[in-house]
Nanobody, 123 residues
Framework: QVQLVESGGGSVQAGGSLRLSCAASGRSFSIWNMGWFRQAPGKEREFVAAISQSGDTTLYADSVKGRSTISRDNAKNTVWLQMDSLAPEDTAVYFC????????????????WGQGTQVTVSS
């Protein structure tokens, strides 16, 4: 089992940057593949980025590829999502999630979720 707490959300203007953090507690962090998802009002939760247990494999949604970076530090039990060139369509609640076996973009395959952090991008 793992507990996840996101932070780093906020309000920024278009073109700005944010760095989201997800702190994990519980069972050894290095066994978890981690993902970031987001959910805008009235929309389904969608995949943003994922990283494997060791960090050697990363996946990105096309919508954020090239302007976002997912990273992790297993010694600090933390995964980050650096987002640059933010646009109003990036406005959403961002969630981190953990999965034991395999890195994937599939939302339903993640076992544990945080409560989310709000990101608002104004034009």
């Amino acid at each position: 089992q793992v507990q996840l707490v996101e932070s780093g959300g906020g309000s920024v203007q278009a073109g700005g940057s944010l760095r989201l953090s997800c702190a994990a507690s519980g069972r050894s962090f290095s066994i978890w593949n981690m993902g970031w998802f987001r959910q805008a009002p009235g929309k389904e939760r969608e995949f943003v980025a994922a990283i494997s247990q060791s960090g050697d494999t990363t996946l990105y949604a096309d919508s954020v590829k090239g302007r976002s970076t997912i990273s992790r530090d297993n010694a600090k039990n933390t995964v980050w999502l650096q987002m640059d060139s933010l646009a109003p369509e990036d406005t959403a609640v961002y969630f981190c999630a953990a999965r034991r076996f395999g890195v994937t973009t599939a939302r339903y395959m993640y076992e544990y979720w945080g409560q989310g952090t709000q990101v608002t991008v104004s034009s």
